[in-house]
């Protein structure tokens, strides 16, 4: 049945970008066959084929190091922070200049919403480059001297590929590192654009080599004799695996790893605002976000406004076509992770908690789950302790500000989380004894360039972002 | 006649208390020259639990109370220290069969030691934390916060090297779980004393005696233990085993540090290492 509020689709034209069949790697500023084999990459929401892309060997990651090792001793070690600064402004540059042609090709390889890669993803890439660029020539003034380490090893994540990718990049270069990066096997197509970019900017060759493929490619990278720094973000299995990895070594490490945030509503929040924020906090990009609010503790005496309220705005959410300018929740990055998404669902159902998800119309083809709300989940429940990545919300409740502080902490991770309250003593006394990396009180999901971003415990160590970003990629005062 | 003297039992520091291992273990420590100073007590796995659950049990209190109180406690060790330095300076030398100028320059560097860490209790937020200029209306501050229990496999140098592994993890709201020196404990539980009556509160800091690679494994494995400073481990497959052990549940590792000279004033990196950095966000608006 249609009613007036429905929307006519809008979809944003994928005309501007253009996928090529297959792609190499990025190696010494050139495309180069690699020696292994290679994979496909698709469009989750379609399940269509875009590109086959190689999958870099052993012998390629080598060759990936070696190009990175020259340009570090040859060029970019040796060159002013000034100048290194001019390139990384190039690149910011030219990434709002194509920034269009890089949010769909974000949308059409991981899935995520045409507005999310557009206003969120892109402009923050932008950002970041902009922002690491003006320490370049600074970093004498940062607290952590001015020396850099020298190559390092990036392994990212599907979830924000190019944004993970900036993450990286941007202040691994500022501080005169080269990088190796591997994009996620899922979603290479934006980090190979991004070597376009780096072409187009004239950077020296080898300052940023990426290569493409799957764990084994991720192991090479972090185990090469001659990477003297791993930064990861993804899942904290292989965070752990990492550390163990490179233990005895001289290698310096940064690990962004899972979460499992609450997102705690006291009874005098401002529930309109903070509906909005329990939406954005687990059903942004589809909830593959580490630091998704995918617990939610609300105090007792506002649960069930909180609930009918939530399952009203949940309702309105528009699920589908990953370019149509109206959607609001994209499609699932993998059949993978879908089958993990339904897995730990079904497990919620199975040890009892009442599983409520939004009436809508899911596309037959692709991966898609519709978001999910548990309620009459207790802190024993492998929904309220493992991270689900997907949009599945756990709802617990709590009496006393302790109690909601004493659930929050209780897990091993401590990435992030969410406060919601319009007393501001509450707030702070809150964010003061959240283990936690980023508390957003009254706001939910918010990152910028200048705003240091990791977690606690198992969530992983160091910062990315802002100041306490650079200490990852420089020797420290005392060196 | 002459008068026979009473000698000290030394046993282990764990919660304020000086408990015996509960291993009923203890080993032979000599001087310099060989002859037998006393018999310290071993420490077990279970003591080396016991020494984490009081760890646990403190951190609460000590990382919540103001920064200027943790600062007068940790410069009292410091006076206290000071009121003692005769014993200290007679231990180092029976322990170490150093001269008696070396024994007095290790403890006046050990007591300016405390003293510069004191002064850091109120600082470090102020010189690691930031301000932080988002591009949108909120409010954004990154401060340094404790990362919790840390384990410590304390260098040789009895006084002056556990002093500077072990102050800046306190100063900054850590509780600690010191292996001491294996070869030269006993200064470690004297120094026990030193703070159980410096208004330390019991558990902050507990001090462990005993076979290094029989203890730190246990430490490094422990799932509750936020950290582990490696900075005594000498046996550099030990030191690997440890950090393997200490991924389990993604400890901060500080590598091996064989080489420092203790006499040299540190840079921020042993009080760095083991804090986390906070960032709070929060609207602005009316």
Redesign the interface.
């Given at each position: 049945m249609t009613n007036i509020f429905e929307y006519a689709p809008a979809p944003e034209s994928r005309a501007i970008v253009d996928i090529k069949p297959s792609y190499g790697l990025f190696i010494n500023g050139e495309f180069v066959d690699g020696h292994g084999t290679s994979f496909k990459t698709i469009n989750p929401a379609t399940e269509e084929v875009l590109a086959e892309v190689a999958e870099a060997s052993d012998a390629d990651v080598d060759e990936a190091v070696r190009a990175a090792r020259r340009a570090y001793t040859r060029v970019w070690s040796r060159m002013s922070g000034a100048e290194r600064a001019k390139y990384l402004y190039r690149i910011a540059r030219i990434i709002q200049e194509r920034g269009r042609e890089l949010a769909v090709l974000e949308s059409i390889d991981n899935g995520k919403p045409i507005k999310e890669s557009r206003d969120v993803d892109i402009p923050v890439v932008a950002?970041h480059f902009f922002y690491y660029a003006g320490w370049a020539d600074k970093l004498e003034h940062s607290?952590y001297g001015s020396t850099p380490l020298g190559v390092a090893g990036q392994v990212i994540p599907w979830n924000f590929p190019l944004l993970m990718l900036a993450w990286k990049i941007a202040p691994a270069l500022a501080c005169g590192n080269t990088v190796v990066l591997k994009p996620a096997e899922t979603t290479p197509l934006t980090a190979l654009l991004f070597a376009e970019i780096c072409q187009q900017a004239d950077l020296p060759p080898g300052v940023v080599n990426i290569v493409t493929g799957a764990g084994d490619t991720g192991r090479a990278i972090v185990a090469h004799p001659d990477v003297d720094k791993v930064a990861f973000t993804g899942s904290?299995e292989v965070?752990?695996?990492i550390?163990?990895a490179v233990?005895?070594t001289e290698k310096k490490v940064t690990?962004e790893?899972g979460g499992k945030a609450a997102n705690i509503v006291f009874d005098d929040a401002p529930l309109d605002q903070a509906i909005e924020g329990i939406v954005n906090g687990i059903f942004f990009n589809q909830g593959h976000v580490c630091c998704a609010g995918s617990r939610l503790l609300v105090q007792e005496s506002v649960a069930d406004e909180v609930m009918t309220r939530l399952k009203r705005r949940m309702s309105t959410l528009r699920v589908g076509d990953p370019l149509d300018k109206n959607t609001d929740v994209g499609a699932i990055n993998s059949a993978e992770q879908l089958a993990k998404i339904r897995e730990l669902s079904q497990i919620g159902e199975d040890e009892g908690a009442e599983r409520w998800s939004t009436p809508c119309d899911l596309p037959s083809k692709g991966f898609w789950f519709e978001p999910t709300v548990f309620t009459g989940v207790s802190q024993a429940h492998r929904i309220a302790r493992e991270e689900i990545f997907g949009p599945v919300l756990s709802v617990l409740t709590f009496r006393t500000p302790s109690e909601a502080v004493e659930k929050a902490n209780n897990t091993?991770f401590g990435l992030s989380a969410g406060v919601w309250t319009d007393k501001g003593s509450r707030?702070l006394s809150m964010?003061n004894k959240l283990r936690?990396?980023?508390?957003?009180?009254?706001?939910f999901n918010?990152f910028?360039p200048?705003?240091?971003?990791?977690g606690?415990?198992?969530s992983?160590?160091g910062?990315e972002g802002?100041?306490?970003g650079l200490e990852a990629y420089l020797k420290?005062?005392?060196a | 006649m002459s008068r026979i003297d009473v000698r000290k039992t030394y046993k282990l520091y764990i919660g304020g208390q000086f408990p015996r291992s509960e291993s009923g273990r203890s080993y032979v420590v000599n001087d310099a020259k060989g002859k037998l100073l006393a018999n310290a007590a071993q420490a077990s796995r279970k003591d080396a639990r016991d020494a984490v659950v009081a760890a646990r049990a403190a951190f609460g209190g000590w990382s919540g109370k103001t920064a200027y109180n943790r600062a007068q406690v940790v410069y009292r060790i410091a006076e206290v220290l000071e009121g003692r330095r005769e014993q200290f300076e007679a231990e180092l030398r029976a322990a170490e069969g150093i001269s008696p100028a070396k024994a007095r320059t290790y403890v006046d560097a050990a007591i300016d030691r405390l003293v510069w860490y004191a002064g850091w209790a109120d600082k470090i937020t102020q010189v690691v934390g930031n301000a932080n200029p988002v591009a949108g209306p909120f409010f954004n501050l990154s401060t340094p916060e404790p990362s919790g229990v840390i384990a410590v496999v304390a260098p040789r140098g009895a006084l002056l090297g556990l002093v500077s592994v072990v102050a800046p993890l306190i100063i900054t709201g850590n509780t600690v779980v010191v292996i001491a020196s294996e070869d030269n404990p006993l200064t470690a539980i004297t120094l026990g004393e030193v703070m159980a009556t410096s208004d330390l509160p019991g558990g902050v800091v507990n001090v462990l005696t005993g076979s290094q690679a029989e203890i730190a494994p246990w430490l490094a494995s422990h799932m509750d233990v936020n950290g582990i400073d490696l900075t005594g481990v000498e046996d550099a497959e030990l030191a690997v085993e440890l950090e393997v052990a200490a991924a389990d549940n993604l400890k901060r590792v500080r590598r091996p540090a064989p080489d420092t000279d203790w006499l040299v004033e540190p840079g921020l990196d042993r009080m760095t290492r083991f804090l986390e950095t906070k960032t709070v966000w929060h609207p602005i608006g009316v």
């Open positions: 950002a607290g904290t965070g752990k695996a550390a163990r233990a005895g690990l790893l091993p707030i964010a936690a990396g980023v508390v957003w009180a009254n706001t918010k910028d200048t705003s240091p971003f990791g606690y415990k198992e992983g160590y910062r802002g100041r306490h420290g005062a005392d | -």
